[in-house]
Every structure is written in C-alpha cells, then in structure tokens.
C-alpha cells in the first residue's frame, strides 16, 4: 500500500545536483560554468533587473501619463433589468448574482444602475444602489438594503 512514508520518485526521474568549481577533472571547475573575465564572472556581478548598460533604461524612456489611484474601489455594475430572471423567494445579494453570471471575478461591491425597468418583487441587498433603480424596485414591490459600500 502507498501512502507519504514510502512515497519516492519514479526510477531516473531525479539527478544529483551539479557541484562546480571542484577541481579540473570534474569538468566544471576552474572558473565554473562562468566563463572568463567580466562582471558576470564575479560573485554578485549580475546587473540589476532593466539594466541596459548605462543607456537609458525602456522604462525611463518611455512617457508617463495619468495617475492609478491605489485605493480604488472596484464596483460591479448591474442594471435592474437583468434582476427580472429571479423569482422573488430568495434575497438578491452578491452570491445570488455571482451564480446567475451578473457578477464575475474580483469585485469590492455591487451598484443597481436604473436601466431597463423590473416587474418581479424582490429584496436586494448590495453596496450601493442609484436613486432610479431605487423607484423602480419598490415601485414593483420590493425592498431595498444598502450594506456596506
């Protein structure tokens, strides 16, 4: 029976490292894989990351424009008439909406836009809502809670 206390790699699946600058016989002493002279040749000579020797780097060559701001939130955008294909048993919040496809991927909230008009009564409960979608959900019956957002 396998289980992890005798679980070992297949037949000639894994190598023993190799251990340079061990000596000419070994086939990799000397100067160890590293070639001869140069910065790359000496311990920690390897250039920094974007480093195009001494020419301005692409990343500085390059314009920059605008601002990201880091703190922004990203709201999803749902419009009340794609609330029209629930039926009303259960409250419309972000799982309900990520299970019909209306909301996908990494959100920080969700907003009710007012396009489109909803004839089914229903409670919706997320981040934000818009004052038109507001009147046309309680307009049809339902109920509106904000939380969070």
């Known amino acids: 029976m396998i289980d992890l206390s005798n679980l070992s790699p297949a037949?000639?699946?894994?190598?023993?490292?190799?251990?340079?600058?061990?000596?000419?016989?070994?086939?990799?002493?000397?100067t160890a894989g590293r070639g001869q002279k140069g910065q790359k040749s000496r311990a920690g000579g390897a250039p920094r990351v974007g480093f195009?020797?001494?020419?301005?780097?692409?990343?500085?060559?390059?314009?920059?424009?605008?601002?990201?701001?880091?703190?922004?939130?990203?709201?999803?955008?749902?419009?009340?008439e794609d609330l029209n294909r629930f039926d009303g048993s259960t409250p419309v919040d972000i799982v309900s909406l990520r299970?019909?496809?209306?909301?996908?991927?990494?959100?920080?909230?969700?907003?009710i836009?007012?396009?489109?008009?909803?004839?089914?009564?229903?409670?919706?409960?997320?981040?934000?809502?818009?004052a038109s979608a507001r009147e046309k959900i309680e307009k049809a019956g339902g109920s509106i809670e904000v939380c969070g957002g």
């Open 11 to 30: 037949p000639g699946s894994t190598h023993s490292r190799k251990r340079v600058g061990r000596g000419t016989s070994s086939g990799n002493g000397k």
């Open 52 to 80: 195009e020797g001494g020419q301005m780097p692409l990343s500085r060559r390059l314009p920059k424009r605008g601002f990201k701001n880091i703190f922004a939130k990203n709201i999803a955008i749902v419009n009340v």
């Open 99 to 111: 299970s019909a496809g209306l909301v996908r991927g990494q959100v920080d909230g969700v907003k």
């Open 113 to 130: 836009l007012g396009c489109g008009d909803v004839n089914v009564k229903l409670e919706v409960i997320v981040d934000a809502v818009s």
